[in-house]
């Protein structure tokens, strides 16, 4: 497939989901959380429990026994992986939370470190990662933000993680690939699956996503309607769906 935009995904009953532009989606943000809510922090944390029962599903039975490392850089993405490593090693899983830039964090997702410090659940350095031998993945390190090519740590844990073969969930879209339009300048996380929010996203292409599932993070319908967007509520009565290509 070329990279060129999706307009509508189909979960597994069938139901048509819009798929929606970076912009549009930093609109859903902003019409949430300045007119109708949910706030940031309530958003955050639906998409990190979300992301963390997603963990548990791919992983399957094994999952408590399985090494788990969530790669976080800044931003609602990071807070959300964040979150999702509070979620898991609140229920026993090993978790190991390595942060890209942990004194550049906003206020929102500050905070979700600061509860993931009451947990089981270990902060790692970047220093450290060499030594991890993860079973799974956890990628929230760039979300829809992506400007350019990865740099720095982000693209230091992008490597790192490709380079270890063990499958990588992400969140949102996978890290390095532009959301609107499936292009990547540099390099990107190998995702297995990816766990989008809200709405997918049209750059979500299914041969940089893998198996893709979206998440209600509770934006109520009122947002989509002030944009002028179709909207069947896909969920049931589920939190999270799979999609596939419409």
Not at 10 to 36: F, G, L, P, Y
Not at 133 to 145: K, M, N
Not at 189 to 217: R, V
């Amino acid at each position: 497939m070329t990279n060129s935009k999706i307009e509508t995904f189909k979960t597994d009953n069938d139901i048509n989901v819009v798929a929606i532009t970076t912009d549009q989606m930093r609109e859903v943000d902003r019409i949430a959380m300045e007119e109708t809510g949910p706030n940031l922090f309530q958003m955050m944390e639906n998409a990190g429990r979300n992301f963390a029962l997603q963990a548990i599903e791919v992983l399957g039975d094994g999952w408590q026994k399985a090494n788990i490392v969530v790669l976080a850089g800044l931003g609602g993405n990071a807070g959300g992986g964040i979150c999702a490593a509070r979620h898991l090693a609140n229920r026993q899983a090993n978790v190991q939370l390595a942060l890209s830039n942990p004194d550049g964090l906003g206020e929102v997702p500050s905070l979700q470190r600061k509860i993931f410090h009451s947990t089981s659940g270990q902060e790692v350095d970047t220093t450290a990662l060499s030594g991890l031998r993860p079973d799974l993945i956890l990628d929230a390190v760039i979300g829809y933000s992506l400007k350019g090519s990865p740099r720095g740590v982000a693209l230091e844990f992008i490597q790192w993680a490709n380079k270890t073969e063990a499958p990588i969930l992400s969140l949102d879209v996978p890290s390095g690939v532009d959301s609107t339009t499936g292009h990547s300048e540099g390099e990107y996380m190998n995702a297995k699956w990816t766990m989008t929010l809200a709405l997918p996203k049209t750059g979500l292409l299914p041969e940089k996503t893998g198996e893709l599932f979206l998440a209600d993070i509770g934006i109520p319908e009122a947002v989509y309607a002030n944009m002028g967007l179709e909207y069947a509520h896909p969920f049931g009565n589920r939190y999270r769906v799979p999609l596939s290509l419409s």
